[in-house]
């Protein structure tokens, strides 16, 4: 047998596994093979998508199930056995394993990042590759995980038989965490990004720390009633009848784990903290869900909770680390032992990817200043200066304002899908009605549908509250439009929303995640797999702060005393946070609020105007780059630059193009990197007026040709009187195909499923219009020879 005519598999089946049976290793329990442990980058075209390529490790080897703790990166053997060392090693620190491995089938390349075998890399023959015991004895050394702490770390996964696994980050969560408690840390932040299933992360760190008894009464809180009943009823169910939600300040002293509000449990009055008439020591383990919302600061109620019972072991969860000059979730829990962003999300494939309208009208970037004397719509006399962005829905309201981002809303809405669920963020109760009101009479035929198509979710309005879950639901179709305002921030899986709203006014970095977050969960059963943020208040221009999806970085900047920058500099520093549970405090309205930013607790006035005319000024699209960071210029720029990257001349593009058999593969590639394929025919057929083929989009955008359309291209094949040399049937079938390029494009005629639409039917069988070539192969280099016509 040639080892080098083997195929990788071939050397896998042959080579690498018998050499870890060989080495005590069972194949069954504690190796995987081809897994892959990413969903693939979802590529945005217009209103299609696609996924980008897995991540896949050729073996995983596990002491326990969903314990991982080696990667092998198998090649054939016309490679070294190092060759895939670098591979393995991206693999196992995405994995968060300490040994990696590289064969070829002559031996293992061995990395040891613990350094316990001896050396860093090692060349191992087949028949010394180590055994589990030898590796897991290393793992457990390296973590500081001694004889009594290995029996908690090894507490298997609850598993429910449906075949439901982890994903590769939950199971480092879980796995980092299970670990911290067995070594006897006591504070544990897990920072992961919103859609990336915290609860059921946090549900498998309390059931392995629960069976193993090493905690015995769990506290699980929380500060929104609907994350405490979502918790109960969905991932937490398995605690069965060991769990309890305290509920109308009753305390039952029987069970084992407790779900609460901590607004349950706590009050201003004394008589109203119940969590007191548990022992200090009564809760072994106390987990925060969102933490971020009250844990950070030290006067909190939160906080006097968790100092009560600060014997227990605390775990904090939250997609957004809270760290300003007051507030520090680090300060409290110390730095995350894991980390998993929205960035990585979207790289992986397990959060949608986004593209941001950002709509600027001309009064608020120009600013807008009362007439002398002018009175609003109740006779308010306007104080006398400048109005801008930062005042609009806050100080002043223009109803003609409302009416414009209603109407934005729902022409976007109409042209892509008037049932795509819909957030509008406002800034406060008042403009999330008046938005409610503009939308319902932009929109009669939906709302005479259902009344409930636009309705308002506000903490006030038990109406639209109760909606909340209805919302939520893939299943049922309203309300469509909901308008809001603090509301929905967090904690709302609302998985289907395909577009989020932003006409608030956001500094805080933390707020921005959050609500940012309603859109990035995927459900691939309502084909929802990318969202679209529209935003009015430049709220997106946050995306730019390096603290967006960077590591939690502690800031200090205490209050300027003043604006020392014009409004616009200031907006997305992101260190001034305004914590609002409620939209008003006592005494506030719609027409008196409070100033959050500002020191005085002295009602202001909201100045309501009609009558001034407000038009857009600006718009433009940004879309996520293959970087992950919003592509700030222009389409067609940022396309150029995107292919001259790869491709430096007309000549290299066209060569790439007419050697490959397949175009679409060039298409495929390209979109990969980062060509916006629709969003590009859809700019150049606006001001051209025609369509594009492919080629001829990227010769014209990228390299300055003429522009030159489908059907452009196929008369010119018909006046070389190209099909003289074919008879018959072949003749008619190259015509045909001709024509279904100038209607569709390269792709269409490619396929060869084309052969079973009309007009080819009509024409003959597949197999017979194939027969006319004299086979398949003599269709196939037809085809290679028309398209080689086309572009020629």
Known sequence: MDKKQLSERDICTKFITPALERAGWDIQRHVREEVSFTNGRIIVRGQMHTRGERRRADYILYNLKHQPIAVIEAKDNKHSVGHGMQQALAYAEALDVPFAFSSNGDGFQFHDKTGLSGQTETELTLDQFPSLEQLWAWYCQHKGIDQPAREIVETPFYDDGSGRSPRYY???????????????????????????????????????????????????????????????????????????????????????????????????????????????????????????????????????????????????????????????????FGEPIYTYSLKQGIEDGFLAPYKVIRIDFDKDLQGWRPRGGQKDKYGNLIEDRIYNLRDMDRNIVFDER????????????????????????????????????????????????????VMRITGDDNEGKAELDNFINPEESYPVIATTSKLMTTGVDAKTCKLVVLDQRIQSMTEFKQIIGRGTRIDEDYNKFWFTIMDFKKATELFADPDFDGDPVKTYNPPAGGDVAPPDEQEGTGTTETERDFEYPPGGGPDLEYDPDGDSTEPRVKYKVAGETFTVIGKRVQFLGPDGKLITESLTDYTRNCVKKQFATLNDFFRKWSDSERKQAVIEELAEQGVFWEDLRETVREKQGFEMDAFDLIAHIVYDQPPLSRADRANNVKKRDYFTKYEGAARQVLEALLEKYADAGIASIEDTKILTLDPFTRLGTPMELVTAFGGKKGYQQALIDLEAALYS
């Open 170 to 332: 939950q199971m480092t969560a879980i796995n980092r965490t299970v670990e911290a408690v067995a070594r006897g840390q006591d504070r544990i932040l897990l920072v992961m990004a919103t859609g990336t299933g915290k609860t059921y992360t946090a549900f498998q760190i309390i059931w392995r720390l629960w069976k193993s008894r090493q905690k015995k009464r769990i506290l699980f809180l929380a500060d929104r009633n609907i994350l405490v009943d979502q918790t109960k009823n969905n991932d937490f169910k398995p605690f069965g009848g060991a769990m309890t939600k305290i509920s109308k300040r009753q305390i039952n002293k029987s069970y084992e784990v407790y779900l609460s509000l901590y607004q349950a449990v706590s009050g201003n009055e004394e008589e109203k903290n119940i969590y007191k008439q548990f022992s200090p020591d009564f809760f072994d383990l106390i987990v925060i869900d969102e933490c971020h919302r009250g844990s950070a600061r030290e006067d909190s109620a939160w906080r006097e909770i968790l100092e009560y019972f600060s014997a227990a072991t605390h775990v904090g969860l939250t997609a957004t680390p809270k760290e300003t000059r007051d507030v520090s979730n680090i300060d409290y």
């Open 402 to 453: 409302t009416q414009l981002v209603a109407q934005k809303i729902t022409e976007y809405l109409q042209k892509t899908g008037e049932m795509q669920k819909t957030i509008v963020f406002c800034n406060d109760i008042d403009h999330a009605e008046r938005m409610r009101q503009a939308l319902v009479n932009l929109n009669p035929q939906q709302v005479a549908k259902s009344r409930k198509y």
